[in-house]
């Protein structure tokens, strides 16, 4: 289990590793945190010519106040999101997502842009940065352009990102008055990825709830907004009506696949026992 | 002097002052672990070293058309390039079948596969390079022209007119049958109050140990000697081996062995791609390395269990269990494991099936047939879940449907614990086991009205909790009835020598092998007490064929019963010759003297007399003043051999605790109880991490383990993040009991503790399963019980 042999490249700058990654085209692989794609690699399942290792770019670092956003460098590890007041105050979904990815080592190392440029359809932030909304920043030769996560992830492993390119930041928007939160799994084991997840955000206004996303993981290609059962709880207050009605839209949104764990049938199951769950929680408050 | 003979007073190992025997004591050996200077074998580097890494097969079943391996060989750090037929020229094949075993057959087997391979992962090609990163890399160079052929990889299949055969030359894939009937099964049957009936599914899983196979063989052509380190668990047994099939004299093999990172009956077996490290190693004159990575683990270490049960018990109105009936069918792999067999997991299903009970009539067939999957053999309480699981399964079942409480149910049926020696229904001598004090031992742990009605109240709510338990019976310690009277190269003695150094430390070399178990620490211990030294005067040396006497190794929990005794006689024989010497020095009876925390010292007073040193000084330094017709010996070395009994059987009971999610299938293990009987205990804190470790493993097979096999015979979860074990938090706390039943075979009274908690732990949690579901009419009887087989027999999914 050692990879095949690769050339490794250690930039200084985000330009000279675009350039780097640019000239290598498809040979090029940029490695982060390593913690995917250290895998890979000793299992020959990818052999890239050369690596551009990340690390020493500083410019990827660092969790800042833009305004309405939290803008987090690319190369940010789990660790510093989950010790980051900002990220305590203004993206309370992360703070309540980060204990459930893995295991403290890992998180140690491992990176939001790795997590989303990887794109695991079981991944929990490609799934929490879809139902927040938030942007993905990609910088190419070319320059800077901003996507949607909902128009990031395109199937299974694959992403809008073109060769070429690096993600450099993530925005999130910051936590608005009145907005609710919820994620729960169920993994074969504690730090397992899922076999089924759900995240949730909405804005609740007494009883009503408006501005909902339902966001799966673990159900499909990619993170998979489930907008025929959200919009059975849009404009409504979260009851056991509205649950089940929501449950029987998921027929709509969902069409998973098996895995060694869990097979497509089981998946299906496990949806409606996370909507009822994670919406009661959003209830809850 | 003869073992016979107690020294003083007629006092034994237990009457010994100061002793270690029943003392929680931290082992000697982890300072040096915690200061990462153990020396595990892949931290062996030698000159020259070469490392070897294997092609292997990409199917189950296909033929070898042809090899080219002329790019590999040109590849950077190519050394050479063989292939399984160049293998075949320099090395016998072996057989993996016991003679006691009648009617087993197993085709010759070489290292690598000659012409046809026969599981995905069988070592096809070996490529030995300057470094393994090199040997993959040429790996992928070497050209094979594959003719798929149809599998045989469904057991249940195996033996179907239109399987494919493994073995042409026998006509179907059978490799061994046995059968057993005991009093009339269907007499009972028609006189019983009810039958009760489970289909039993125990899926293949493996052993994964932390640290992988690992051999460095270093052939010395000048002294024309095989020296080989070698993670594994019976260093005498691999030498033989080595020295029967690359036909090198035995004095010419010296097998030695480090530490060892785990080994748990993955390490004791005969591996083509181990052995072809040594053929290589004569073949090229230098050292050769091979460490399987955790790819290579999952495709070619022993696989085990991987077997399917009928099973019918029947019981009388008075609610005694009046026959047991089981049909075991079992998938081995395409060969029977040399040396071992791959037919005693089966063999030990049949053997401890219903062993717990009285029980007046058995009847049992076992068929073992090959499959094009990896081989199969013992693993970590061989046989034992899987008879467990199932008597126990059936006990339960057979109580609900008489109406009697299950611990009373037990308690109506349970062997009585006075009436010993006698045999288990299938044949197998008992000593002396203590199942109802272990029982009660155990309801004295655990508050069971209180669990039962928090059950009640639970289900009330919607949450389904579960309480099961499991009587147990495990082989341990077993006389050469084992393996030995089969033709096996595996001894079932062990030796132990007992050396006093200059100084007046003591130092021990022991036949057995510490796998991180802490043989070391109770060689430690006995020996300690023994002689009468304190323990950080003894030295402990293992796993080395040219330093430690000849023996078994590490494996069957054996090494305490046997080992342990060996110490006790050699450490005796040395205080004996010790208190001669210092009889004549001090001019006293050497009887009336005895060794106490390394000082000679009066039996009757205490009264210190002379150091050990100054015994030492004497006898090395100045022999001269000891008298002319004497000469002292400071070394003694004993073995021992259990003659009265085939195996020290020990018993014990599990309760486990637990929740299931109705609605996701995941359960959470609440609470976990373990009442040993492993006659003396030397430390409590070793037998108890003895006990959990297993429970552990068996809360794997229980819930998590499973090699998922395609039909076409693909491992599709061959790495650690698909292939589940259990971790830090899927484990719960276990508490732990003893009743001491000694065995009266030896001085020391031991029995073996490694396997109680794997044996019993499977068939507890799957009762606590099924008790919880019991209020939805779900069974499972199928191992592991994975979140979508509970919502499955639930109906959910
Ligand atoms: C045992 C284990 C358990 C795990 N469990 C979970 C879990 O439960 N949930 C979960 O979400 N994850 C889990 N992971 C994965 C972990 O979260 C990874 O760290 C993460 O997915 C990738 O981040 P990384 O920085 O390590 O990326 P790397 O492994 O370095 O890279 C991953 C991929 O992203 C690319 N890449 C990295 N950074 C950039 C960038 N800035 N721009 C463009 N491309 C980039 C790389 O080229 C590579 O293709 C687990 C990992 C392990 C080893």
């Not at chain 1, 990815?101 to 932030?125: K, V």
């Not at chain 2, 080989?228 to 030695?256: F, N, W």
């Not at chain 2, 606590?768 to 959910?796: C, F, V």
Request: aromatic share 6%.
């Amino acid at each position: 289990m050692k990879p095949a042999p690769f050339e490794y490249v250690k930039p200084s700058s985000v330009d000279d590793a675009l350039t780097v990654l640019t000239e290598g085209a498809d040979d090029t692989q940029p490695i982060a945190g390593g913690q995917s794609l250290t895998a890979t690699l000793n299992m020959r399942l990818s052999a890239p010519v050369r690596l551009v290792d990340l690390n020493g770019l500083e410019e990827l670092r660092g969790i800042t106040d833009a305004g309405g956003v939290v803008r987090i460098g690319a190369l940010t590890r789990y660790r510093d999101l989950e010790q980051s007041d900002l990220v305590a105050d203004h993206l309370p979904l992360i703070k309540k997502t980060l204990p459930l990815i893995a295991h403290p080592a890992i998180r140690n190392r491992g990176t939001l842009g790795g997590s989303i440029a990887f794109a695991d359809p079981a991944a929990e932030m490609p799934a929490c940065v879809t139902a927040l909304n938030g942007a993905i920043e990609i910088t190419g030769l070319n320059g800077v352009r901003k996507v949607a996560a909902g128009d990031f992830f395109k199937g299974l492993y694959e992403t809008d990102l073109q060769s070429g390119e690096l993600i450099t930041a993530i925005e999130l928007p910051k936590a608005a008055p009145g907005s609710r939160f919820a994620i729960q799994e169920f993994a074969r084991r504690h730090g397992d990825y899922a076999m089924a997840g759900l995240v949730a955000a909405a804005q609740v206004d007494g009883a009503t709830v408006s501005d909902i996303a339902l966001v799966f993981f673990a159900m499909g290609g990619t993170p998979v907004a489930a907008s025929s059962a959200a919009a059975k709880i849009a404009g409504k207050a979260i009851d056991a009506d509205a649950i089940a009605s929501a449950q029987a839209a998921l027929d709509d949104d969902l069409d998973p696949f098996d895995d060694t764990q869990c097979s497509a049938a089981m998946k299906k199951h496990l949806a409606r026992v996370l909507t009822d769950r994670v919406l009661t929680e959003l209830a809850g408050g | 002097m003869s073992d016979q003979v107690s020294d003083q007073g007629g006092l034994t190992i237990h009457d010994r002052p100061n002793s270690y025997i029943g003392r929680g004591v931290p082992r000697p050996n982890a300072r040096r672990l915690i200061h990462g200077r153990g020396t595990f074998t892949d931290d062996i580097k030698l000159p020259r070293m070469v490392h070897v890494a294997y092609v292997r097969s990409p199917f189950a079943h296909a033929d070898i058309l042809s090899i080219d391996t002329s790019a590999a060989e040109a590849a950077p750090g190519v050394v050479a390039v063989v292939t399984g037929a160049e293998f075949a020229k320099r090395i016998t094949p072996w057989e993996g079948v016991l003679t006691h075993l009648q009617g087993m057959r197993s085709p010759p087997q070489y290292p690598l596969a000659v012409d046809r391979a026969r599981w995905q992962g069988e070592p096809v090609v070996a490529v030995v390079a300057e470094t393994r990163a090199q040997a993959e890399d040429a790996i992928e160079l070497v050209q094979i022209d594959w003719k798929e052929l149809p599998a045989a990889t469904d057991m249940m299949r195996a033996m179907d007119a239109d399987a494919p055969v493994i073995h042409p030359e026998y006509g179907n894939n059978l490799c061994w049958e046995r059968n057993v009937d005991v009093g009339d099964v269907d007499a009972a049957y028609a006189s019983a109050a009810a039958v009760v009936e489970d289909s039993f599914v125990f899926s293949r899983h493996t052993g994964v140990t932390l640290e992988p196979r690992v051999i460095v063989a270093d052939y010395n052509a000048g002294e024309e000697k095989l020296t080989v380190y070698h993670a594994t668990q019976g260093p005498h047994m691999i030498h033989a081996i080595l020295s029967k099939h690359l036909d090198l004299p035995e004095h010419c093999v010296r097998i030695v062995c480090k530490d060892v990172g785990g080994a748990f009956g993955i390490k004791v077996h005969t591996y083509g791609d181990e052995i072809g490290a040594a053929v290589l190693s004569v073949m090229l004159k230098r050292p050769v390395k091979f460490a399987a990575d955790r790819l290579e683990s999952f495709t070619s270490d022993i696989h085990a269990r991987d077997h399917r049960i009928e099973g019918k018990m029947a019981v009388d109105k008075d609610g005694r269990i009046t026959a047991l009936e089981i049909d075991d069918i079992t998938g081995i792999g395409p060969y029977s494991m040399y040396p071992r067999s791959s037919g005693i997991e089966l063999n030990q299903v049949l053997n401890l099936a219903g062993g717990s009970y009285d029980i007046g009539s058995y009847r049992a067939r076992g068929r073992v047939v090959f499959q094009n999957k990896p081989l199969m053999c013992q693993y970590r309480a061989v046989g034992h879940p899987i008879a467990t699981m199932l008597t126990e399964a059936l006990v339960e079942k057979a109580a609900q449907a008489s109406g009697i409480d299950v611990l009373e149910f037990r308690q109506r049926n349970l062997m009585a614990d006075d009436d010993y020696p006698r045999n288990t229904v299938s044949g197998v001598p008992l000593e002396k086991l203590s199942h109802h004090a272990a029982l009660a031992k155990l309801t004295g742990m655990i508050d069971y009205d209180g669990l039962r009605k928090d059950q009640a109240a639970s289900r009330e709510k919607g949450v389904y909790r579960g309480i099961g338990f499991a009587s147990m019976i495990e082989v341990t310690s077993p006389s050469p009835a084992f393996y030995g009277v089969g033709g096996a190269p595996i001894s079932a003695q062990d030796g132990t020598t007992v050396r006093l150094d200059a100084k007046g430390n003591v130092i021990v070399s022991s036949s057995v092998t510490e796998q991180g178990q802490g043989a070391e620490s109770m060689l430690a211990q006995i020996a300690a007490t023994a002689v009468g030294v304190d323990m950080a005067n003894v030295r402990i040396i293992t796993g080395d064929t040219e330093m430690t006497p000849y023996g078994g190794g590490t494996w069957a929990s054996r090494g305490t019963g046997i080992a342990g005794e060996a110490t006790v006689r050699a450490g005796r024989a040395l205080r004996e010759q010790v208190l001669e010497v210092a009889g004549i020095m001090l001019q006293s009876d050497a009887g009336s003297l005895d060794i106490r925390a390394g000082k000679i010292v009066d039996a009757d007073t205490g009264n210190e007399r002379m150091d050990l040193a100054e015994v030492g000084r004497v006898v090395y330094y100045r022999g001269d003043t000891l008298p002319k017709d004497y000469q002292a010996e400071l070394v003694a070395t004993r073995h021992y051999v259990p003659k009265a009994y085939p195996f020290a059987f020990t018993n014990g009971i599990h309760c486990c605790h637990l929740e299931v999610d109705t609605d996701t299938g995941i359960v959470k293990i609440l609470g976990y109880w373990v009442v040993e009987d492993c006659g003396t205990v030397i430390n409590p804190l070793l037998v108890d991490d003895q006990v959990r470790g297993g429970v552990v493993q068996g809360i794997g097979g229980a819930l998590y383990e499973e090699c998922i096999y395609s039909p076409e015979g693909q491992l599709l979860n061959g790495n650690l993040a698909d292939y589940l074990v259990p971790m830090a938090f899927e484990m719960p706390d276990i508490e732990v009991g003893h009743v001491s039943t000694p065995t009266a075979d030896s001085e020391l009274g031991a029995k073996g503790a490694g396997e109680a908690g794997t044996a019993g732990a499977p068939a507890a949690i799957t009762n606590a399963i099924n008790d919880a579901l019991m209020p939805l009419n779900a069974r499972l009887t199928i191992n592991p019980m994975t979140p979508e087989r509970i919502l499955n027999a639930i109906g959910k999914v």
